[in-house]
T-cell receptor, first 114, second 109 residues
Framework: DGGITQSPKYLFRKEGQNVTLSCEQN?????MYWYRQDPGQGLRLIYY???????QKGDIAEGYSVSREKKESFPLTVTSAQKNPTAFYLC?????????????FGPGTRLTVL | GQNIDQPTEMTATEGAIVQINCTYQ??????LFWYQQHAGEAPTFLSY??LDGLEEKGRFSSFLSRSKGYSYLLLKELQMKDSASYLC??????????WGAGTKLIIKP
């Protein structure tokens, strides 16, 4: 079955540690996205990538980093510079980033920084 | 700035009809999406409108008025499993999705 996987579903880290969230898709989609969702708020775009080896900052990129070495994979690193990292992180992909941009989402990773 | 407004929470009765409104002010418009999100899960696609009018898909319908910057999602014959958050998102002039905060829909028996 085609889809997007994120692991782990729950993640706990100590303050000051970097942590990497994985996102893999087998939908053959060109574009991939990382969002952050906080209680009572909409999805906020962290980074997106339209093609391998290229990515763009979203609205809240500070304290995060990404890579796109393979079409299927778009890992997100939450660095110690992110001041408030506890949140629900969602990865998404779409066939292209132009018009009719239906995005398909992974199950999400809930990160808690202690 | 870009802004999408939805009611925070709505309550409806099983078997009834509910309308969830969404108003938007964005830099350009290339379509409007509605997604459903159950608590702790990923959003799933419900509908897409780019032209004015009503799109019907089973128990769910979505309406768009571009001149008014307005959309609504209509849910008929409500079922308990429809209890979820409903997210409105607009594709702006840069083809980026701008998301509303979502409307939490509570269905009562």
């Amino acid at each position: 079955d085609g889809g997007i996987t994120q692991s782990p579903k729950y993640l706990f880290r100590k303050e000051g540690q970097n942590v990497t969230l994985s996102c893999e898709q087998n939908l053959n989609h060109d574009a991939m996205y990382w969002y952050r969702q906080d209680p009572g708020q909409g999805l906020r775009l962290i980074y997106y990538s339209q093609i391998v080896n290229d990515f763009q900052k979203g609205d809240i990129a500070e304290g995060y980093s990404v890579s796109r070495e393979k079409k299927e994979s778009f890992p997100l690193t939450v660095t110690s510079a992110q001041k408030n990292p506890t949140a629900f992180y969602l990865c998404a992909s779409s066939a292209f980033s132009g018009s009719y941009n239906e995005q398909f989402f992974g199950p999400g990773t809930r990160l808690t920084v202690l | 700035g870009q802004n999408i407004d939805q009611p925070t929470e709505m309550t409806a009765t099983e078997g009834a009809i509910v309308q969830i409104n969404c108003t938007y002010q964005t830099s350009g418009f290339n379509g409007l999406f509605w997604y459903q999100q159950h608590a702790g899960e990923a959003p799933t696609f419900l509908s897409y409108n780019v032209l004015d009018g009503l799109e019907e898909k089973g128990r769910f319908s979505s309406f768009l008025s571009r001149s008014k910057g307005y959309s609504y999602l209509l849910l008929k014959e409500l079922q308990m499993k429809d209890s979820a958050s409903y997210l409105c998102a607009v594709l702006d002039s840069n083809y980026q999705l701008i998301w509303g905060a979502g409307t939490k829909l509570i269905i009562k028996p």
